[in-house]
């Protein structure tokens, strides 16, 4: 049997201790045989292996060899750009790789540094390393678990859980067994877990397991074995750089081989060959795509998302399905009163609940409630909010910030919210005496004494004759006592029920059937009785907490955040298919999620909880796995397995999370987004990115990014490609249209240095594109050749080719002896009027206005410049071996040089015809 399948006894047997603890000499001897109670790491990398490993690229090791063949050559300046960006990489590539390895430090960090355990049957003070299995450990509140225990002695002990469990409130802990071999860990309340902490209460627990053996150990067993896929864009970059590289090289050998066969001279044709490859091949991509994810990221933060890696900004763009936590990030991570039954009548928050039942009628809004101003009639519901505020230990500090257990803070404040002031009502009915809640009882009973102007004459009808009977002549009471609980056990210790006309005989299958339809709804169900008393009872007499009148229920809930539908409804008009994973009970996940809009009708195949994953076979599930929409009660290694499932099926995925049980599944993700409010520091460092306010809605601004992002690597992929396939084009058609070399070596190189880099990078700031949220997200397997990215390049690559071969061709059979300069500004102006038209992929230029992207604007000004400085000033023309050109050859040049533009201008048009006539 499992430790919580065990009693106390069974427990001490299995592990060979007692109540009295372990001896000196036995515990020495466990800790040889178990070794510490410390969590493992796996060997590490070094910081020097890291960063070498960063050079591993294919086209990373192409461009190194391109920069020592630039340097043998004499281009001492692209040699070191091209180290530059190669070094920048490799930086910031190893810094994403040596933050991820530090989740680990922060898993052993949750550890509980020293524990209070009985050796020799006396309370010793030992660090935590140094417990074993058997080890009687003492617990208060405020203690760190130090170890795996199964516990044997409680005081009203409560654990908060939330980090390893996903339970959103304390956890009323005894010592019973439980039968149920595979039960959740959220429902192990006889159990305490390595790395959670006492709230409340005492007790005492037997160490069942230390170190890796724990459940905290297996998740860090999990988040060791558990590798970072590359995201989308890694991918396809690093298969782009493949295919291009080789590309590249294999036209370069034919040019040269070419060039031989032609007569060329053998130096001069393999210096425009290795020019033509240090220029074709797109060493500036690299550090464009990182400079246009760090400006993404620097933007995310303004929308309260940290992005730790840069990465996951496009990876957001590619996300299928999110995977999110319920509390916190849904939800408000506060519980609240959503709905009260009382006086026959049930009130919810919204004010649209139709109710049930004998005595009912249809539900209004809690802003209807009657305030402590009303007349004796409402009497029941003045009463009931009284017994909120009353019974009940939250308390206001001096900021007004409501401290306490989450339920009672929920019930304080709604009390509050209606005008009922606790201290207020203290000073007419001072508490005189309690009986605390216990897990046994299940119930709490405070009593007050009725005192004070108001209280028992002239007060809310709190008095024996005025509630219970209409005869003047009953006895008056002097103290009033309300317990709450479970409604089970309430109603079993209630004889009658309070309405505005006194006290009604109890039907309990009515009752019930109310309480049973609010908890139906996801709701977690109290209920309050009152009784009265003449004089204060004592609180070891048996029956105090019998014969209850009863005043009301309220179900609590954590309510969805208000802009959470909104956010969820925007995902799936983005073809985005948000799931809920949480360790709360299935009713109220299906409540929630229903709320928020992730589920629809009532598929029971929706819904699943951890039992019900375990039983399915995994091939099963993953055939399943895309109908589902809530997972509840579940365990850290589901987490992963829901996860694995999904990327099985193609889909990439982000997860949300914020506890321990969180960071596996953090990172095997896609993208693994953590909360910067409630998140631990485990699952941060597990994580790619961290929202700062713990939201949902803030996902899906950062979806939208992501998008923006991947949109514009594109088009400064798609520029690359298209200018570059322009320059190998000119070089390798040249020949064999019987034309000479078209440019220098270092017309190629200046060209490359020019219009590559700035104009690629400015294209990074370009806003946002018309329905960018109202698409689906791209194939898994999209590649960035798709929609016609490729096909592009290549015509527009020809159209290039051809018009500089052609004006080549006219120049020199004008005999026009600046030939070859022209047809250097001409590829280059070629260049920037293409970057101009493909800002975006629908929209025209003129649409979109020459001043929504001003940095693109300056860029183009700028190199229009520069280029023309090569020509028209006397001290670089022998360095670019360029001539200055006459008002009619440079009108030409700029004439020829809109082409390209109008030609993908036209493209767009017939896009978007095409589209319409679709439409």
């Given at each position: 049997m499992r430790p919580h399948q065990q009693s106390v006894a069974e427990a001490f047997a299995a592990l060979g201790s007692s109540d009295a603890g372990l001896s000196g000499q036995e515990a020495r001897e466990r800790l040889d045989r178990f070794g510490s109670n410390e969590l493992e790491e796996q060997e590490r990398k070094t910081p020097f292996r890291m960063f070498l490993d960063q050079f591993g690229d294919f086209m990373i090791i192409v461009l190194i060899v391109a920069a020592v063949i630039s340097g043998i050559i004499g281009e001492a300046s692209d040699t070191i750009a091209i180290i530059v960006i190669l070094v920048l990489n490799a930086i910031l590539g190893f810094v994403q790789e040596y933050r991820a390895e530090r989740a680990m430090a922060a898993l052993r960090k949750?550890?509980?540094?020293?524990?209070t355990v009985l050796r020799d049957n006396l309370p010793v003070r030992l660090p935590a390393a140094r417990l074993v299995p058997g080890d009687v450990v003492l617990l208060d509140a405020g203690s760190v678990v130090p170890a795996d225990l199964r516990l044997i002695e409680v005081a009203r002990l409560k654990a908060e859980e939330a980090a390893l469990t996903g339970e959103s409130v304390p956890v009323e802990k005894h010592t019973a067994p439980l039968p149920d071999e595979d039960l959740p860990l959220g429902d192990r309340r006889n159990m305490l877990f390595k790395g959670t902490f006492v709230t409340y209460g005492r007790g005492r627990g037997v160490v069942t397991a230390t170190g890796m053996e724990t459940e905290l150990g297996r998740i860090a067993r999990m988040l060791q074995e558990t590798g970072e896929g590359k995201t989308p864009l890694q991918k396809r970059l690093a298969h782009f750089g493949k295919r291009i590289t080789i590309a590249v090289l294999v036209i370069c050998a034919i040019v040269f081989a070419g060039g031989l066969v032609r007569g060329e001279e053998p130096v001069n044709i393999f210096l425009v060959a290795v020019s033509l490859a240090v220029a074709a091949i797109p060493e500036a991509l690299p550090a464009v795509v990182t400079i246009a994810l760090a400006l993404g990221a620097r933007k995310m933060v303004k929308q309260n998302a940290l992005v730790r890696k840069l990465p996951a900004v496009e990876t957001l763009g590619s996300v299928t399905y999110i995977c999110t936590d319920k509390t916190g990030t849904l939800t408000l991570n506060r519980m609240t009163v959503e709905e009260i039954w009382c006086d026959g009548r049930t009130e919810t928050r919204q004010g649209d609940k139709e109710t049930r039942g004998q005595g009912e009628t249809a539900g209004k809004s809690m802003d209807d409630i009657s305030s402590p101003g009303r007349p004796l009639a409402v009497s029941p519901r003045r009463l009931f909010y009284t017994a909120l505020a009353l019974s009940n230990d939250a308390h206001a500090d001096p900021a007004g910030t409501v401290l306490g257990d989450p339920t009672e803070v929920a019930l304080f404040s709604a009390a509050r919210e209606r005008g009922f002031e606790k201290p207020e009502l203290e000073r007419n009915f001072p508490r005189v005496a309690e009986l605390p809640f216990d897990s046994d009882r299940k119930l709490m009973t405070t009593f007050h004494e009725m005192q004070g102007p108001g209280a028992r004459d002239q007060g809310p009808g709190l008095n024996k004759g005025s509630l219970f009977s209409h005869d003047p002549a009953s006895p008056r009471s002097s103290v009033l006592s309300f317990t709450k609980g479970a409604v089970e056990v309430v109603l079993e210790r209630s004889s009658g029920v309070l309405t505005a006309d006194g006290v009604a005989p109890l039907d309990r299958k009515e009752v019930e059937a109310v309480a049973e339809r609010i908890a139906a709804d996801g709701l977690r169900?109290?209920?309050?009785?009152m009784r009265t008393w003449e004089t204060p009872p004592a609180l070891d007499a048996t029956g105090i907490e019998g014969d209850l009148v009863l005043v009301g229920f309220m179900g609590l809930m954590d309510p969805p955040r208000e802009e959470a539908r909104k956010a969820v409804l925007e995902c799936r008009a983005a073809g985005i298919t948000p799931v809920m994973i949480t360790?709360?009970?299935?009713?109220?996940?299906?409540?929630?999620?229903?709320?928020?809009?992730?589920?629809?009708?009532?598929?029971?195949?929706?819904?699943?909880?951890?039992?019900?994953?375990?039983?399915l076979p995994f091939a099963e599930f993953e055939a399943r796995v895309e109908r589902i929409r809530v997972y509840a009660r579940v365990a850290p290694e589901q987490k992963l397995t829901i996860v694995r499932a999904l990327q099985d099926r193609g889909h990439f995925v982000a997860m949300t999370g914020d506890g321990v049980n969180d960071a596996p599944a953090l990172k095997r993700a896609d993208i693994g987004v953590s909360m910067g409010v409630t998140g631990t520091d485990v699952a941060k460092e597990a994580s790619s990115m961290i929202l700062l306010d713990d939201n949902f809605a803030t996902i899906v601004k950062a979806v939208g990014e992501g998008r923006k992002i991947y949109d514009n690597v594109r088009k400064f992929i798609r520029y690359l490609l298209s200018t570059n396939s322009g320059e190998i084009w000119t070089l390798f058609l040249a020949p064999f249209l019987g034309l000479p070399m078209p440019l220098q070596p270092i017309h190629i190189l200046w060209i490359n240095l020019v219009t590559d880099g700035l104009p690629a990078l400015a294209l990074s700031l370009e806003p946002a594109e018309r329905?960018?949220?109202?698409?689906?997200p791209r194939h898994p397997q999209e590649g960035l050749f798709s929609h016609g990215l490729g096909v592009h390049a290549v015509w527009v690559g020809l159209l290039m080719a051809a018009v500089v071969l052609g004006l080549q061709a006219w120049a020199i059979h004008i005999s026009d002896s600046h030939w070859q300069t022209m047809v250097f500004i001409t590829l280059c102006l070629l260049q920037l009027g293409h970057v101009m038209a493909i800002r975006s992929e629908q929209d025209s230029l003129f649409t979109q206005g020459l001043l929504s992207n001003k940095a693109l604007l300056l860029t183009v000004a700028g190199t229009i410049l520069l280029q023309l400085a090569t020509v028209f000033v006397p001290g670089l023309h022998s360095v670019f071996k360029t001539q200055s050109l006459t008002v009619t050859e440079l009108a030409l040049v700029f004439g020829l040089s809109t082409i390209v533009f109008i030609a993908v201008e036209i493209e767009k048009w017939l896009r978007r015809r095409a589209a319409r006539n679709l439409a």
């Open positions: 949750m550890a509980a540094s020293s524990a169900v109290m209920a309050i009785g360790g709360d009970h299935p009713l109220t996940a299906r409540a929630v999620a229903r709320r928020v809009g992730i589920l629809d009708g009532d598929d029971p195949e929706a819904v699943i909880t951890g039992r019900e994953l375990d039983a329905g960018l949220m109202r698409r689906p």
